[in-house]
């Protein structure tokens, strides 16, 4: 580093990685459980694309590296700040540029460079919480490691060989005066890159667009883009021979905080204290020990901009906001009579007969979820008549999922490991793409919610299902990367923060997720369920999670909670939600309408106590009126309406009351008891 740059260092970090969770849900085979309900998913795992050596192991359905092994394996991934296409005979790099529109904010793929691994084919070999490998054979064998936040993009070549690097671009000067194996080439659109042949081969130009190299080449070659002048070439140049091959995210946790750490692994022999990697603005607000490069300017991503950091131990916490069953607020002696009256009318509501209740996981879970808060907001209030009945229709509904004999059966997915429905199993637009696994946390977590109830409350039923009910909250949040029938933590990124929903579908802007409150209930749901079965390891583990995925929601979904600076005015001038967040892109939009309301109260559904997570008192009042206001009088149904208004509780209680008392129809997961119950018992900050 110059003498120019410095290093801002707080406390470090010396233990080693932690160990995986030892704790798990059940241990018992899936197979063992559900018998003959066992099914092959008619979209197979792709051998072509995924090394045998993985087979016997859960392969991860939701993951950020999920392009690599779905369809054609040709849509790129999003190792931020660069996305890459790993493709038969060559590795593909982009650092992606904004397109800023009103209603998106996408990056631009641009083939920046290739570099030429001639007939290689190329496979997944190894994959860990926070990186993936791919590996190539043929007349050349390389690596190439794909980690979350490397500054740099990398290629390990193991056998001497010649090949070049190529760009879609001019190439407009080479400057190989900065060290053996060292060019810093210029191109034509105006960016400058930081390329290394680590075993010194020189570099020169051949033509407009194409490097070649004057040796044979072997090692790591790499490739970085220089957003500033000297101080950034030289922070990259005293890291460019230490390269990042994976990395390990822990959790250690108490009852009021959670110790994050991420430890980046590093090739034998190299120096971890000299990794550069690049962190997102939720790391920036929080780690705690973060050596930061001074001087160098950020790298853009579609998630704001990333800072370059040094150093391979990264460490934050996380408060853990009290939470439980019940609201943050008690209930006053007024707030039970109303719940009374309420609660009576939404039980005696409920539907005896099965065949009145929806087919698909996801709309009959939310039904399940909702009468299961009946029941508890009953027990609450000392309603033990309709506790009891709301308990018997919670019971007689789901036990027919449990058994096997509902008309969409659930079944163990022998090939990709999981529990998916049979239609799903056999159809991928089915049940919302539920045999593909997108969006299993949404569906299972209402599942799991209604499960935990149950163990609260009916304690002796669920002691004789437990095996089977915990294959739900197994299949989405699995804390044990040793289970050999579900992949460890099915949907989060524990670099991202977040969860990702999109499941075995590739697309050109990689892994999505729409809804984070849903995303948040199903973290919710197994914390309680957790709570209330006696697993106090899981739920401690899993309630860590859930604050780490609320911190993202707020940061990277809420414009102007957390940060107002992250998104360009462009889009961000006349709105404060993203209704769907992915890899390289955000969209104000739904995949089931444009109406604002859906693109708010996707966000905001549904309510229970961990609502209060991410419905923070500061961000509602400032975008009442601003926004919210007009988007819960335009919105153009009563269910979507209270969603909107429903956020105003954490302001003003009383307020509230007398706009939802105008609702006369609720959306299928909520009820009149459950909007009053929220806003009685909602945070007031």
Known sequence: MSSNSQVCQAQSLDAEASEAPTFSWSTVDPVEILGERV????????????????????????????????????????????????????????APTALNQPNFVASIWHDDWKLALPDCRRKVIAFDNLSVTVGYSGPITATVPLVKGSVFATVIIENPTMT?????????????????????????????????????AAMQQSGMSTLTFADSVHGAVRLALVNSGDQEITALSLAKDVVPIGGKASIQTSEDSADFSINWKVRKGDDANALLMCALP????????????????????????????RGSHWYWFEEIEPLGFSGQTPLTETHKDKLLTLVKADVEALPADTGALPPDPY????????????????????????????????????????????SNRLVYDTEW???????????????FGQGRYNDHHFHYGYFVYAAAVLSKLSPNWTK???????????????????????????????FEGHSWAAGLFAFADSRNQESTSEAINSYYAAYLYALATGRHDIAQYVRAVLQLEARATRTYWHIGDV???????????????????????????????????????????????????ILKKTWIEAIWSRYLLAVADGAQSDPWREIIELSYAVVEKEHTLTRISRITNHDDGNSASNSYYWVATAPIE
């Open 39 to 94: 099914s092959q998913n008619s979209y197979g795992v792709k051998h072509n694309l995924l090394d045998g050596s993985l087979a016997a192991r859960p392969i991860p359905t939701n993951a950020w590296w999920e392009n690599l092994i779905v369809e054609n394996g040709d849509q790129p991934v999003v190792t931020a700040p660069y996305m890459i296409k790993c493709v038969d005979s060559a590795v593909v790099i982009c």
């Open 164 to 200: 070049t690097l190529t760009t879609i671009h001019a190439i407009t000067n080479v400057d190989t005066n900065h060290g053996s194996g060292v060019s810093i080439v210029q191109l034509n659109n105006g960016t400058t890159w930081f390329i290394y042949c680590e075993c010194g």
């Open 282 to 309: 939720h790391h920036q607000h929080s780690l705690t020990n973060a050596q930061w490069v001074d001087g160098a300017e950020e790298y853009w991503s579609s998630k704001g901009h990333m800072r370059m950091v």
């Open 363 to 406: 709309f009959f879970g939310k039904a399940l979820a909702r009468a299961a808060r009946l029941a508890l907001i009953a027990d609450e209030i000392g309603d033990i008549d309709s506790r009891d009945l709301a308990l018997q229709r919670v019971i007689a509904w789901l036990e027919p999922w449990l058994a096997g004999t509902n």
């Open 417 to 431: 490991k999981g529990y998916c429905t049979q239609a799903g199993l056999s159809d991928p637009g089915a049940d």
């Open 464 to 494: 004789s299902r437990l095996d089977v009910l915990d294959i739900f909250v197994r299949d989405y949040c699995n804390p044990s990367d040793s289970d050999p029938a579900f992949p460890f933590m099915r949907h989060f990124d524990f």
């Open 563 to 613: 940060s107002s600076d992250i998104y360009p005015t462009e889009y961000s001038h006349d709105k404060a939600i993203v209704g769907i967040l992915w890899s390289s892109k955000m969209d104000f939009a739904t995949f089931f309408g444009a109406n604002p309301e859906f693109i708010y109260g996707i966000q905001f559904m549904p309510y229970v106590p961990a609502s209060a997570l």
